[in-house]
Nanobody, 121 residues
Framework: QVQLVESGGGLVQAGGSLRLYCTAS????????MGWYRQAPEKQRELVAV???????SYGDSVKGRFTISRDNAKNTVFLQMNSLKSEDTDVYYC???????????????WGQGTQVTVSS
């Protein structure tokens, strides 16, 4: 009922920047939090950054000071500005949104399809 569409991944040289975008659509009553996670093959998915509706942010230790998460509440869109990229940032990045479905008021926790970020050294 709630779909997430990501964009903005790609190939960039080490030290460069990328901006990821994720828009939520569907039967949305409210969104409590939106964020980004990443996962390399055969590794667990890890937190990159999350932003709550109240404006609180959390970042993974490896990206603090380099990545910034922001959100356009009116458009149900979250952005991830990634600066000073390193080769170890190479991963598939997944958008996540958690909130309440319109009508049923059921909780939802949805994931995007993932977008590849590759940083060449």
């Amino acid at each position: 009922q709630v779909q997430l569409v990501e964009s903005g991944g790609g190939l960039v040289q080490a030290g460069g920047s990328l901006r990821l975008y994720c828009t939520a659509s569907g039967s949305i009553f409210s969104i409590n939090a939106m964020g980004w996670y990443r996962q390399a093959p055969e590794k667990q998915r890890e937190l990159v950054a999350v932003l709550t509706s109240g404006g609180s942010t959390s970042y993974g230790d490896s990206v603090k000071g380099r990545f910034t998460i922001s959100r356009d509440n009116a458009k149900n869109t979250v952005f991830l500005q990634m600066n000073s990229l390193k080769s170890e940032d190479t991963d598939v990045y997944y958008c996540n949104a958690e909130g309440v479905v319109a009508g049923t008021l059921a909780h939802f926790n949805s994931w995007g399809q993932g977008t590849q970020v590759t940083v060449s050294s």
